[in-house]
């Protein structure tokens, strides 16, 4: 089966921001917040202190991995050269996805570096109040003026636009203001990142969330979704039962696999990742396949490079 990976990560250097402060590396693939906080965010596999594209290709190539999405975030602190660079040198394995901070005095100049001189295609934004953008500035409205300066800024740009709205039940899951703005943007293309990132007895809050969302210019990556479940362990019957819920609901053609990788892997195997969907009992085949690999190649792979 060939294989795209949606949804990981390059990182030249952790430097991370979010609601503990400051993230740094310190050592062995262990991090450290301002709090004290400290964790293990990379793989032994991966690196001690970075994630370069070669390590990501060493895992792909192991697991027959044609390519993969390099998206961003602030959990490892924005990447936008090191991603563009990654790209440059490997164009045929990877596309990635550029970020900013909306709040930036000179924001301006940002986008004119990001989408003009770079030009990147993708924009990945993470408002989640853990390690995105809420987790260091006040509750953002998705559907409010600030937001709108983003979408309407890549809309006009024909940008991709990938978000991660957090986890349910806090002030960044706002279902009802992101489907009021992509209402906005019909012709925009949206990713919504960890199918809405349910945790374990959230299936009908899942449902109802997917049904609102079932827009025909809405994907969704299934990115970390198992390990929203804790602390249910592969096979992951839980997450399985939500895959299988937004196949009947959105179509197995608005779903990719992604694997969060790197620092998903301190928490079970690449592996692992691939079969909970690939050894799945109750998706078709030809299901398996547009998750797998159709759906991104069409959707990311098909708009021109970064």
Sequence with gaps: MKIIDAHAHVVQCIA?????GEL?????????YATGQSFQILPEEIGAYDATPEALLRVMDAHGVEKAVLLQGNYFG???????????????????????????????KIKAYLFDELQFRILKFEVSNGSGLMSYHPTLDLDGEVMHQVYSHA????????IDIGRPRN?????????????????????????????LGDGELL??????????????DIAALCLNSKPEVYPYPSARDYVSCAVDIVGAD??????????????????????FVAQHPALRESD????????????????DRV
């Design 16 to 20: 991370g921001t979010g609601s503990q």
């Design 24 to 32: 740094r590396p310190c050592g062995g693939g262990r991090a450290v």
């Design 78 to 108: 924005f990447q936008n050269l090191y991603t563009y660079e990654a790209v440059q040198k490997y164009p045929s394995r990877f596309i990635g996805a550029a970020t900013y901070d909306p709040f930036c005095a000179q924001v301006e």
């Design 155 to 162: 809309a006009k740009r024909g940008l991709i636009f990938v």
């Design 171 to 199: 002030n960044c899951w706002q279902v009802d203001a992101l489907r009021s703005a992509i209402l906005h943007y019909p012709q925009m293309k949206f990713v919504i990142c960890h199918l809405l990132a349910p945790q």
């Design 207 to 220: 449902k109802r969330s997917l049904e609102k969302l079932a827009l025909p210019n809405v994907w969704f």
């Design 254 to 275: 608005r779903l990719m696999w992604g694997s969060d990788m790197p620092s998903a892997m301190t928490k079970d195997t690449y592996q692992h990742f691939i079969d």
């Design 288 to 303: 398996k396949q547009k998750i797998f690999y159709e759906n991104a190649e069409q959707l990311y792979f098909s708009v």
